[in-house]
């Protein structure tokens, strides 16, 4: 085997997880390879994050047109072209892409290697004829959209996400099965674009892993801009109605109502989006012959994303757990080190935040309220303030949301969740006071430009602060101001 053919580590994907391996990597010094099947960037640039925001962006734009009375400005009803609409999303996209160019990884020394690879043995792939040598290989190929079994749905059609950016139309009506971070993002972008929008969700409410009370605002707030939402519902067929399909959901089994409230519902739409969650790409790819373990599809990986070969490491999503773009590349950074020195970290998950990118936006980061209550018991409390109040949010007009942060023994903050504009960009500030061990209380005194939707965060913990004066620490503050007011001016 030529010298060139033999790797520090091979990087199979390039995705998030695989990008951030070959170019740390390379970086350090290593002999790098990074394989990918398709198109460098993966799911985030393709068919995920950019596409997706870009697409957000311009519905955006189209619901303040017909917003703008709130603004003391005449109200329009925008034209639409959807093949407009799509083409500056894919042009977003096309300007992103050089960051994930083959040619900028080439140029750092990383061998980019394009095609299907292979395991042959527990240290060697192959990729179209090529057999490359690895001391070390990170699985990183990955997930998909899941498909679920429903009758009649391949037969009349579907897209996902994945094919949701690159069509020329906007749907003049379309059903929505599921009502997860993906479903639920592109409902309301689909719905401010023009389309009628139902959302089929099989469980009792929409985004099931965030804080109910968040969860329902929002809910009520898409519901607000005309999309029907049908939750504990489960679509039993698609068929074909004429240029149309029809899709017929009953109530889930073991949802409320079920049994005589079970019948059958039936309508029809121009198209049908699948947002169901996720399966992993592993197919086809010899882990087999390089002995590593999978469950259900997912690489199975230990506290030092080492697979079952502890010389094959994995990271993205293709390991399941948190489907996130910065997950990923938090979990690639933890497999440089790991990979390539002697001296390795356990992967650290206590700090994890994320967002879901409607408007509002719905933000998360550690426990619930129920979670913590779960874990730590009465010493849990729970604080929070409404965006209605907060002076920026109603000078935008944007006075639907609410911070809610949960805390535990001594105001150590166990999780926070926010319903707001700009979210997503908040969070940051709990994750950090998570992370640094800083109190709730302490966030009170931190100084927060005025006016900015970051004083969401200090409004709660004011509110914090204020509950804690009970007992003696009242007794104190009641005793001060005695002394105060017996002393002269």
Not at 347 to 371: F, K, Q, S
């Amino acid at each position: 085997m030529a010298r060139d053919d033999i790797f520090d580590i091979v990087a199979i994907g390039g995705g998030t997880a695989g990008l951030v391996t070959a170019a740390g990597s390379a970086g350090l010094g290593a002999r790098v390879a990074l394989i990918e099947r398709d198109r460098l960037g993966g799911d985030c640039l393709w068919t995920g994050c950019v596409p997706s925001k870009a697409l957000i962006s311009s519905a955006r734009v189209a619901h303040h047109f017909r917003d703008a009375a709130a603004h003391g400005l005449r109200a329009v009803q925008p034209a639409i072209e959807g093949a407009d609409v799509l083409a500056s999303v894919r042009d977003v996209r096309a300007r992103i892409e050089p960051h994930d160019d083959p040619e900028r990884f080439r140029a750092m020394g990383v061998d980019v290697v394009e095609g299907a690879a292979r395991f042959i043995s527990p240290h060697e792939v192959e990729v179209g004829g090529r057999r490359l040598r690895g001391r070390r290989f990170v699985i990183a190929t990955g997930s998909r959209a899941a498909v679920p079994p429903i009758p009649g749905l391949e037969e009349a059609g579907y897209f996902t996400h994945a094919e949701a950016f690159d069509r020329d139309t906007i749907p003049g009506s379309l059903a929505v099965v599921g009502g997860g971070p993906i479903g639920v993002e592109l409902a309301q972008a689909f719905r401010r674009l023009g389309a009628e929008v139902t959302i089929v969700e099989l469980l009792d409410r929409l985004m099931l892993r965030e804080e109910p009370e968040l969860a329902e605002l929002l809910t009520s707030r898409l519901r607000g801009e005309g999309i029907e939402i049908r939750t504990g519902r489960v679509v039993t067929r698609v068929g074909r109605a004429g240029g149309r399909r029809r899709v017929t959901i009953a109530r889930a089994r073991g949802g409320a109502g079920h049994g005589a409230a079970a019948a059958t519902e039936t309508f029809e739409v121009d198209e049908v989006l699948v947002a169901a969650g996720r399966a992993p790409n592993t197919e086809a790819m010899g882990l087999d012959a390089a002995g590593v373990e999978t469950s259900k599809g997912w690489v199975t990986v230990d506290s030092k994303l080492r697979t079952s070969r502890k010389h094959i490491f994995a990271a993205g999503d293709v390991i399941g757990g948190f489907l996130f773009t910065h997950v990923a590349d938090h979990e690639a950074r933890t497999v440089v080190q790991n990979a390539l020195f002697p001296v390795r970290a356990n992967i650290d998950y206590g700090v994890i935040p994320w967002c879901t990118y409607t408007e509002p936006e719905l933000a998360h980061v550690g426990l619930t309220e129920a979670e913590a209550v779960d874990r730590h018991g009465s010493a849990v409390s729970a604080h929070v303030y409404d965006i209605g109040n907060l002076d920026r949010a109603i000078a935008e007009r944007a006075a639907v949301g609410r911070v809610k942060i949960v805390v535990g023994k001594g105001g150590s903050i166990l999780g926070g969740h926010i319903l707001a504009p700009d979210a997503g960009t908040m969070i940051a500030e709990i994750s950090l006071a998570m992370k640094a061990g800083v109190k709730l209380g302490t966030l009170a005194s931190l100084v927060h430009p005025y006016p900015t939707m970051s004083e969401g965060v200090k409004r709660t913990a004011d509110a914090y602060r204020r509950s804690t004066l009970t007992g003696w620490r009242k007794a104190a503050v009641d005793l001060a101001l005695r002394v105060g007011r017996s002393m002269p001016p």
